[in-house]
């Protein structure tokens, strides 16, 4: 019998999180919209990825985005076009192409960090400082959460 009221309890609790992740489009919808129209979602999160991994082949980009190679050459050509990101030979395979963050690339995530951060700031002002700690942890922790998730059905 108690194994069935455990299961009730977390059907119930996964059930009341599942219809709160709905908050996450929301709040995605809200950061794009300050995002500068040059600079759309997909460009950024190019920008970022590189940023934060260094110099990738385009493969390397569509799976850390997790999707199709053709969606991510659209959102890379896009930065190329603008200079952010330059295409250069891959030493390991001269045939293969390495995309490589440029300044221009640097400078246009400063902007998007302000423009995030300064957007979040406004947002959550009213929040406490250990709620938005809070809330960084616990984003992080279902990040990683969802990685290892994937890694598991890999």
Known sequence: MDSMVGSVDRGNRYENLA??????????RGL???????CPSGSAI?????????????????????????????????????GWV????????????????TRAGEDMLAVLDRRLTD?????LAEWSDDDVEL??????????SFGDCRAHHA
């Open 86 to 101: 330059e295409r250069l030979p891959d030493p390991a395979d001269r045939r293969s192409r390495i995309l490589h963050l």
């Open 135 to 144: 809330l960084t942890t616990l984003l992080a922790r279902l990040r990683d």
């Open 119 to 123: 957007m979040l700031a406004r947002t």
């Open 19 to 28: 219809r709160q992740m709905s908050a996450i489009g929301a709040v995605k």
């Open 32 to 38: 794009g919209r300050v995002l500068p129209a040059e």
């Open 46 to 82: 190019v920008l970022a990825l590189l940023n934060h991994h260094g110099d990738m082949r385009m493969g390397r980009v569509s799976e850390l985005m997790a999707v199709d190679m053709s969606v991510s050459s659209r959102h890379v050509a896009h930065t190329v076009d603008r």
